[in-house]
C-alpha cells in the first residue's frame, strides 16, 4: 500500500521489554523497555529506537535513557558497496541520578557515539568495512575519542 507515493510496506515498529529481579535485595534490577520504528526497501535501511529504563549497583537503583538513529544505503546494484552511518545519545547510571527519588542529574554520565563508514561485499555472507567513530563523554574529566575502524562480518 502507498501513501504519498511512500510503500508502508517496508515500514516496522519494533518493541521490546525486560523486568530483571534479583532474588536477593531490591537494588539489582535491571529493567529496559525499547522502542523503535524502522523503514526498509530495497537498498535503504533506516531506524530510530528509544530506550529508558533503570539499572541496580547493589546501593540504588539508577535510571538509564537514550536514542539511537542509524541508517544504510546500497551505492550498486549489486549492493556490492554500501554507505552507513549511526547516532546514538545515552545517559547511563551515575551517582547522583536515582529512579526512586527522580533527582535531576548533577553530573552526568551520558555520551554521544557518531559513526559514518562505506563497506564492501566481498562475497554471500561476507563484508568488509572501514568507518570513522567520534565518541564524546559529557563529563570533562573524561577525553573525547576518535576511531577509525577496519572490520569483517561473516554470516553462516
Known sequence: RQVYGINLAGLRIHGY????????????????????????TNGFHL???????SEGS?????????YSVHGHCSLSRKDSFSL???Y???R????????????????????????IG????IGPGARLAVSDQMLVKSDGAKHNENRLIISGELKF
Open 118 to 121: 562505506l563497506d564492501y561485499r
Open 84 to 86: 552507513f552511518g549511526k
Open 17 to 40: 521489554l525486560q523486568e530483571g529481579k534479583a532474588k536477593s535485595g531490591r537494588f539489582y534490577n535491571r529493567n529496559r523497555s525499547i522502542i523503535g520504528l524502522s523503514y526498509q
Open 47 to 53: 531506524m530510530g529506537y528509544r530506550i529508558t529504563g
Open 58 to 66: 547493589g546501593i540504588k537503583n539508577y535510571a538509564v535513557d537514550g
Open 92 to 115: 547511563g547510571p551515575n551517582k547522583t541520578y536515582s529512579v526512586t527519588s527522580n533527582s535531576a542529574p548533577a553530573k552526568s554520565e551520558a555520551y554521544s557515539r557518531t559513526a
Open 88 to 90: 546514538d545519545r545515552f
